[in-house]
């Protein structure tokens, strides 16, 4: 049984910057691709961006590209997501996935994800 627990999220003001991580316990993700996912209230849940096993590869949403960068460290089973220059268009609660495995490339659907974590508020104000 795997647990993710996302944190990091607050309030902050557009152009202003957030960490988010997600720290896995009970088993290892080196060798899953990971995600970051966000929902938005009264909109449906949207990939952000991916990670794969050994960190060498990402892929992000054309709407964060640029402005987010997503990270991990496997010795620290912990995956990162560095927002920068944030809009109010941004705020949602975003969650870290673990893709099931094998994933030979990054899924942007949610179905490819089985294990999720409880979500983490991010609001930015304009």
């Known amino acids: 049984q795997v647990q993710l627990r996302d944190s990091g999220g607050g309030l902050v003001q557009a152009g202003g910057s957030l960490r988010l991580s997600c720290v896995a316990s009970?088993?290892?993700?080196?060798?899953?691709?990971m995600g970051w996912f966000r929902q938005a209230p009264g909109k449906e849940r949207e990939f952000v961006a991916g990670v794969s096993s050994s960190g060498g590869t990402t892929y992000y949403a054309d709407s964060v590209k640029g402005r987010f960068t997503i990270s991990r460290d496997n010795a620290k089973n912990t995956i990162y997501l560095q927002m920068n220059s944030l809009q109010p268009e941004d705020t949602a609660v975003y969650y870290c996935?673990?893709?099931?495995?094998?994933?030979?490339?990054?899924?942007?659907?949610?179905?490819?994800?089985?294990?999720w974590g409880q979500g983490t508020q991010v609001t930015v104000s304009s």
């Open positions: 009970g088993r290892s993700l080196s060798v899953h691709v």
């Open positions: 996935a673990r893709a099931i495995f094998p994933s030979r490339t990054i899924p942007t659907v949610g179905s490819r994800y089985d294990y």
